[in-house]
């Protein structure tokens, strides 16, 4: 029977566990999960005990992110932290202006691996734990081998726009391919490897809160993104069993960790691997979700509804009813049908900041949107309406769509769709980004600089 998911150029040959919010249990042997006493004074093959907390801990139980985990050798063993790189402290963006930005291209980076994100837009502070960061990534080659990374500064939602990535995190392994995106909890190390060529996307670094689902009041109980579509990883223990299958031992060797607190990259060395976890369990894990599991809910009469139907992830403000740090949306393909109503988005001036781009969905190597990805982002790189910025359609778009029939037809079915990170607070864009972008004004283009 068939359903509805992307027919994936790339498989998948991992398993997963099945639930976003759930409270998962997975091990690589059997028995390797401490039973009961979740700190046992031997825990099973000779493993040790550590806990991952992504809340405090008497957060409530249903907002409570922890996982515990099981692994050869405690994580605290490595050799002192030093500055990675130039060793300087990246200047917080502080670019704003009242204009629409458009990024026409974001080129690949000969030799540029996972590790080589260039940040293009910041609201808050990591080291307050206020708002968040926006990071492109486009790379060319996997990381070397025996290096991992990781985040101290927040949650990692991971938004590819074109190509693959094999990520193999502390917890097991995630492919993550164009049109899913992943989430890696803060302070998880992973290590990114491409198996099919280049890849291009953005990183929403989240420094407060978490990406939950929204809540779908009037919708009811299922819509949008269904919690059971998203896949979560089952325990890959980097090594084996020794002494007669009675001791895990990971396959150890010396290992480079990068991680990134308060924007600056550090860096140290362990003689252990990191992805010696033989056996976790708990609510802190990194989880995919396949964007063709999107269940659009639509107008099936006239008007146009709110965007608020397309949120796929969000992570509440609580500052007031409704508000978000930032709300995830898609523009998928999806059936229009209303009557008398313009099917173009109305001219806007929003409150919230909208930074979008293209994800190619289109999964056949002929197709045009995946030709030359060794070049950079097709079909554009991305876009940026800031907080009362006007935005909507050219005056040729309007003109199709006004005179266009009403009947029924199937929108963005040209082989992408466009996402959408929408934030309370104004983005700041760093001074690469403000020299590449083409500015906006009156719906005509004008290169933009830092000094405008």
Request: glycine letters at 8%; hydrophobic letters at 35%.
């Amino acid at each position: 029977m068939s359903y509805p998911a992307t027919a994936f150029a790339v498989k998948d040959t991992y398993k997963y566990l099945e639930g976003l919010g759930n409270y998962h249990s997975s091990e690589a042997f059997p028995g390797a999960n401490a039973k009961v006493n979740n700190s046992p004074q031997k825990p099973p093959y000779g493993l040790k005990t550590e806990r991952l907390s992504g809340t405090s801990f008497t957060a409530p139980r249903e907002s409570n992110l922890q996982t515990w985990m099981y692994r050869a050798t405690p994580s605290m063993f490595h050799a002192e932290y030093m500055p990675y790189g130039n060793g300087e402290t990246p200047a917080a963006p502080t670019y704003l202006s009242p204009n629409s930005y458009m990024w026409p291209k974001f080129p690949s980076e000969p030799k540029a691996d996972w590790i080589s994100q260039r940040l293009l837009a910041q609201n808050g502070n990591p080291a307050t734990k206020e708002g968040l960061a926006i990071h492109l990534y486009s790379v060319s080659e996997s990381m070397p081998e025996h290096t991992a990374f990781s985040s101290m500064d927040g949650d990692s939602l991971i938004i590819p726009q074109i190509g693959t990535l094999d990520i193999q995190t502390e917890l097991g392994k995630l492919l993550v391919r164009q049109n899913e995106i992943a989430v890696i909890p803060r302070g998880m190390r992973y290590r990114v490897t491409l198996p099919d060529g280049p890849a291009h996307g953005f990183i929403c670094e989240l420094f407060q809160s978490h990406f939950q689902l929204p809540n779908l009041g009037v919708i009811g109980s299922t819509g949008l993104a269904n919690p059971r579509e998203f896949e979560i990883p089952v325990a890959y223990f980097d090594g084996k069993l020794s002494d007669d299958g009675k001791v895990a031992v990971a396959n150890d060797a010396e290992y480079r960790l990068i991680t990134r607190q308060a924007g600056r990259l550090w860096s140290c060395t362990q003689a252990s691997t990191p992805f010696d976890v033989a056996a976790w369990h708990g609510t802190n894990y990194p989880y995919k979700f396949d964007l063709a599991k999107f269940c659009v809910m639509g107008n099936m009469l006239f008007d146009e509804h709110d965007p608020s139907m397309y949120v796929v992830l969000t992570a509440p403000a609580y500052s007031e009813p409704g508000n978000a740090i930032v709300e995830f949306l898609i523009i998928p393909p999806r059936w229009m049908v209303s009557e008398n109503t313009l099917w173009l988005p109305y001219y806007h001036r929003n409150t919230m900041n909208e930074f979008y781009g293209p994800i190619v969905n289109a999964q056949e190597p002929t197709h045009p949107l995946n030709q030359g990805k060794e070049k950079g982002s097709r079909p554009f790189g991305a876009g940026l309406n800031g907080t009362m910025v006007v935005h909507g359609a050219t005056e040729a778009e309007l003109e199709k769509a006004s005179n266009a029939p009403s009947t029924p037809s199937k929108a963005m079915n040209d082989g992408m769709s466009l996402f959408l990170l929408e934030t309370e607070k104004p983005l700041f864009v760093s001074d690469w980004a403000a020299e590449a972008a083409i500015k906006n004004m009156n719906g005509k283009n004008k290169p933009a600089n830092s000094k405008l």
